[in-house]
């Protein structure tokens, strides 16, 4: 069974900037995609970002275009999310989560993934 750690969330102004990093536990576990979704208190967990793994194809919310910035480490099956120009709306608990190759379904969807991380709290403040 693969497991994702996230780490990198905190606390932050508005205006400010984190790193979240995602750690798959195999390096050698196949990947198609890898992504970020968030979740908000009495809200559904929604897309944010997507990376595909073979040609770093990258997807983004409307809400976080321009600001986000998804990369992946191939060889340490790492996914790196840089948010910067933070606002209290991206208040959330971020989560990663992993697609494998035989997995059908959009890459927007987060149905369409096999694999999650606990989860790691951005809070923004105003």
């Given at each position: 069974?693969v497991?994702l750690?996230?780490?990198?969330?905190?606390l932050?102004?508005?205006?400010?900037?984190l790193?979240?990093?995602?750690?798959?536990?195999e390096?050698?576990?196949?990947?198609y995609?890898?992504g970020?979704?968030?979740?908000a208190p009495?809200?559904e967990r929604?897309?944010?970002s997507a990376i595909?793994w073979?040609?770093g194809?990258?997807?983004?919310?409307?809400s976080?275009?321009?600001r986000?910035?998804?990369?992946?480490?191939?060889a340490e099956?790492?996914?790196?999310?840089r948010?910067?120009s933070?606002k209290?709306?991206?208040?959330?608990?971020?989560?990663?989560a992993a697609?494998?190759p035989?997995?059908?379904?959009?890459i927007?969807y987060?149905?369409?993934y096999?694999?999650w991380g606990?989860?790691?709290?951005v809070?923004?403040s105003s």
């Amino acid at each position: 069974q693969v497991q994702l750690v996230e780490s990198g969330g905190g606390l932050v102004q508005a205006g400010g900037s984190l790193r979240l990093s995602c750690a798959a536990s195999e390096r050698t576990f196949a990947t198609y995609a890898m992504g970020w979704f968030r979740q908000a208190p009495g809200k559904e967990r929604e897309f944010v970002s997507a990376i595909t793994w073979r040609d770093g194809d990258t997807y983004y919310a409307h809400s976080v275009k321009g600001r986000f910035s998804i990369s992946r480490d191939s060889a340490e099956n790492t996914v790196v999310l840089r948010m910067n120009s933070l606002k209290p709306e991206d208040t959330a608990v971020y989560y990663c989560a992993a697609q494998e190759p035989d997995r059908s379904g959009s890459i927007y969807y987060s149905s369409s993934y096999n694999y999650w991380g606990q989860g790691t709290q951005v809070t923004v403040s105003s």
